[in-house]
Every structure is written in structure tokens, then in C-alpha cells.
Antibody, heavy 118, light 107 residues
Framework: QVQLVESGGGVVQPGGSLRLSCAAS????????MHWVRQAPGKGLEWVAF????????YYADSVKGRFTISRDNSKNTLYLQMNSLRAEDTAVYYC???????????WGQGTMVTVSS | DIQMTQSPSSLSASVGDRVTITCRAS??????LAWFQQKPGKAPKSLIY???SLQSGVPSKFSGSGSGTDFTLTISSLQPEDFATYYC?????????FGQGTKLEIK
């Protein structure tokens, strides 16, 4: 079945870096755009970034632009989020999500927790 | 950025009730509107895309309508598993934005 599994979360100090991964299975990964979305503790959902199926275009929320980089390796069926210059306000559960059509989501991963704290 | 405003922010209802949640966009988004359900400690689940199209496997008790700036999610015959938080989202333009959520609680 279609499945997305995030990994790479953890505790990091302010100013540090972390790379999240999202392993995809059950569908042709190279044919679909992918999103990252985050949710701070007790808060709502915030879209973070999008990458086209072939990696040719990437879009970011202003809150992470210049600090986060979305990328993908279609040969490994894996999506990435490189997070640099982390701040306390980046503390959240990070979800990857598959595009159904256009930019619409369908499948979500289970999430990985990132905590930025000294 | 397009602001998405949901109402109400919270809603109490009983098993068997029919409820409606509304979502308003700060500017027209055609039908590029999705709805998600989230239960505590779980990932969101996609319910509806393109304002009224049901995601695969989602029961027909969920329905969406609207276009432009005003949208609704209706859930008929509430069951215990439907009590959750619901979010709308626009994907008409970047940045994609979500509503603040509507928490549906058991009365």
C-alpha cells in the first residue's frame, strides 16, 4: 500500500542543523510532487515546502526560506528536508505528504518530531 | 498570502447529528480547497480536494461544497470516530495556507 515514513527528527540546539527524510513506497515516487508540512505543539498546520516530481521547481514558506532546502532522490524513493540555522520556533512535528493532483494532498506520513532547544 | 478563516473554532454535537463547518478565503481561490481530519497524536488525513471531491476510501457521509471564497464541510450522521479537529486548506497559490482548525467535540 502507499506509505510515507519520515525519519531524522530529534533534539538540536538553536543554530544547528538537521536533515529529515521521507521514504516512499507503494507508488511511483518519481511521478508525484511532494510537500513538507509542520505542526508546532498544540498548534495548527503550517505548510513548509513543495517540490515538483522531477525536482525542477521548489517553493518555500517565508518562515523557512533561505534556511531550509527541500530535495528528492527519485532513485531512492526518498524526499528530504535539510534544515539549517534552526530556531526555537521551528520546534514541531514535520510531516511529508504526497500530491494527488496539482498541489492537492492525498497521503501523509506519520510525522517526525523536531525539538530546537538548548 | 491568502488567509483562511474557519468557523466555528469549536463545535459540540451528539452522535447522529449532522454538522457543517465553514471556511472563508481572503480572496478567490476557485475550487482549490481541501479538507483534512486530525485526531490527537495522529497525522492529518485527507478527506476532500477540489472543494467537493472525496479522497479514496473516505465515506460519503463527508461532503464539501463551495467555490470562490466560501466553502463548507458537512458531516452527516456523526459517529464517535468523527470527533476530531478539521482543517481547510487552500492550494490555489503559494504559500499554501490552512485554516486555524475546528475542534468537533462530543456533547
Amino acid at each position: 500500500q502507499v506509505q510515507l515514513v519520515e525519519s531524522g527528527g530529534g533534539v538540536v540546539q538553536p543554530g544547528g542543523s538537521l536533515r529529515l527524510s521521507c521514504a516512499a513506497s507503494g507508488f511511483t515516487f518519481s511521478s508525484y510532487g511532494m510537500h513538507w508540512v509542520r505542526q508546532a505543539p498544540g498548534k495548527g498546520l503550517e505548510w513548509v515546502a513543495f517540490i515538483r516530481y522531477d525536482g525542477s521547481n521548489k517553493y518555500y514558506a517565508d518562515s523557512v526560506k533561505g534556511r531550509f532546502t527541500i530535495s528528492r532522490d527519485n532513485s531512492k524513493n526518498t524526499l528530504y528536508l535539510q534544515m539549517n540555522s534552526l530556531r526555537a520556533e521551528d520546534t514541531a512535528v514535520y510531516y511529508c505528504a504526497k500530491v494527488k493532483q496539482g498541489l492537492a494532498f492525498d497521503i501523509w506520513g506519520q510525522g517526525t518530531m523536531v525539538t530546537v532547544s538548548s | 498570502d491568502i488567509q483562511m478563516t474557519q468557523s466555528p473554532s469549536s463545535l459540540s454535537a451528539s452522535v447522529g447529528d449532522r454538522v457543517t463547518i465553514t471556511c472563508r478565503a481572503s480572496q478567490g481561490i476557485s475550487n482549490y480547497l481541501a479538507w483534512f481530519q486530525q485526531k490527537p497524536g495522529k497525522a492529518p488525513k485527507s478527506l476532500i480536494y477540489a472543494a467537493s471531491s472525496l479522497q479514496s476510501g473516505v465515506p460519503s457521509k463527508f461532503s464539501g461544497s463551495g467555490s470562490g471564497t466560501d466553502f463548507t464541510l458537512t458531516i452527516s450522521s456523526l459517529q464517535p470516530e468523527d470527533f476530531a479537529t478539521y482543517y481547510c486548506q487552500q492550494y490555489n497559490s503559494y504559500p499554501l495556507t490552512f485554516g486555524q482548525g475546528t475542534k468537533l467535540e462530543i456533547k
